[in-house]
């Protein structure tokens, strides 16, 4: 008995220790406010961002959200998704309720929100990913991610500020690491896909691709009235030039997808540590979105 109630007593400081993923974010923007919320279903990462009656994500599995994740060489051919610690959750996870990313941390209060989470790797050990093994030998990571979250940075209540940083643990050996800083998953009538040339200030329209490129994007609806774009003074990763922003459309699982992304490489192992990324994500109308891309790049450049 008296090992029974040890364990009972164990169990409930385990659970008044868990954190929960469950929050909410606001801030007004134009006729709107911006409204993004995380779920302890995804550990934390964002499920949904309301403006002006839409929804902007297509939160379905534990890959379809708002948030961040990895990809690693593991001094071996790079290969995506086989050592892809990922912030929602697992493959595995797919419509479930729970992620195998453990959240240690959340603060959610007025328009911030900042979170510290372990993420889990997207293939379980032994699992393919088109046919391509995982190299992890473990469901959880060991790498970390912070992120902060601010609705109307700088005065501009359409850009949300998106701070991320990566933690790379020691006792592993990477040659080239692929940073998905940040990533949105959208509901398919976000169908128009546009690129936006801040030095000549020129609106164009992107083709589906699939992949990236060295202009930002954004993605509308056709009437352009709700539109969600991504913007960082800190691209492009130098030796890759020309990529940084990506666009995707996946016609079977009615979703479409960008992305910004950095890269960092060294020909004997990165560095364990930090690495930070600036990133802004801007929603509203399409001219709301180019505007405040524009007010931003006047900040920094």
């Not at 364990?7 to 929050?23: I, K, N, T, Y």
């Not at 990529?243 to 459309?249: K, M, Q, W």
């Amino acid at each position: 008995m008296r090992f029974l109630g040890l364990f009972v007593l164990c169990l409930a400081a385990s659970l008044q220790a868990a954190v929960s993923g469950d929050s909410q974010i606001r801030a007004k923007a134009g006729p709107s406010e911006i409204v993004i919320t995380t779920t302890s279903r995804l550990a934390g990462a964002i499920h949904s961002l309301t403006w002006n009656g839409r929804e902007f994500i297509d939160s379905v599995d534990h890959g379809r959200q708002l948030q961040s994740a990895s990809n690693f060489d593991v001094g071996s051919q790079f290969i995506p998704e086989t050592f892809n610690p990922t912030e929602a959750g697992s493959r595995i996870d797919g419509v479930g309720p729970n992620s195998m990313s453990v959240l240690h941390a959340l603060t959610a209060k007025g328009n911030v929100l900042s979170t510290e989470n372990q993420m889990a790797f997207w293939l379980q050990p032994g699992e393919k990913s088109f046919g391509n093994l995982a190299k992890n030998t473990t469901a959880l990571s060991n790498h970390l991610l912070k992120k902060r979250v601010t609705i109307g940075v700088h005065g501009l209540p359409h850009a949300i500020g998106y701070d991320v940083t990566f933690t790379v643990p020691k006792r592993e050996h990477h040659r080239y690491a692929q940073f998905e800083a940040v990533t949105g998953y959208m509901p398919p009538a976000f169908s128009k896909f546009w690129t936006y040339d801040l030095t000549k200030k020129k609106l164009l329209s992107l083709s589906d691709g699939p992949g990236e490129q060295s202009l930002p994007v954004i993605f509308s609806t056709l009437d352009r009235q709700h539109a969600m774009g991504v913007w960082s003074p800190g691209q492009p990763s130098k030796g890759f030039e020309r990529a940084g922003y990506g666009r995707f459309r996946f016609e079977t699982e009615k979703v479409v997808k960008w992305n910004c992304v950095f890269r960092e490489t060294n020909p004997n192992r990165l560095s364990a540590g930090n690495y930070s990324y600036r990133s802004y994500v801007l929603v509203g109308s399409l001219k709301n979105v180019t505007e405040t891309m524009n007010a931003l790049h006047r900040r920094y450049f």
